[in-house]
């Protein structure tokens, strides 16, 4: 079992910057990779961001490419999204999510197995 628990949402305008941060308990952290998701409202979720177990490797969505970073703290069980630049259609709530079956990012949902309760993100234009 894994319990993830997201914080760092919010409110913030156009050009500016968040720092969400995913803290999981459970199995031993930097044995699985993690990634992040987001869901705006009417849309369907989508794959924003992943790491592997070591925190060596990463993969971005493209709309997130250069402005977004996920890293990872093992030592705190802990994964972060630095998002810089947001933009208004960055706006969704956003879960993190652990794939416990997997130590490489996957951009597909499926591969995840727990997720957080989701944290919100909203950008003013």
């Known amino acids: 079992q894994v319990q993830l628990v997201e914080s760092g949402g919010g409110l913030v305008q156009a050009g500016g910057s968040l720092r969400l941060s995913c803290a999981a308990s459970g199995r031993t952290f930097s044995s699985y990779a993690m990634g992040w998701f987001r869901q705006a409202p009417g849309k369907e979720r989508e794959f924003v961001a992943a790491?592997?177990?070591?925190?060596?490797?990463?993969y971005y969505a493209d709309s997130v490419k250069g402005r977004f970073t996920i890293s990872r703290d093992n030592a705190k069980s802990t994964v972060y999204l630095q998002m810089n630049s947001l933009k208004p259609e960055d706006t969704a709530v956003y879960y993190c999510?652990?794939?416990?079956?997997?130590?490489?990012?996957?951009?597909?949902?499926?591969?995840?197995?727990?997720w957080g309760q989701g944290t919100q993100v909203t950008v003013s234009s």
């Open positions: 999510a652990a794939d416990t079956y997997g130590v490489t990012p996957d951009t597909n949902d499926y591969e995840y197995d727990y």
């Open positions: 790491i592997d177990w070591s925190g060596g490797s990463t």
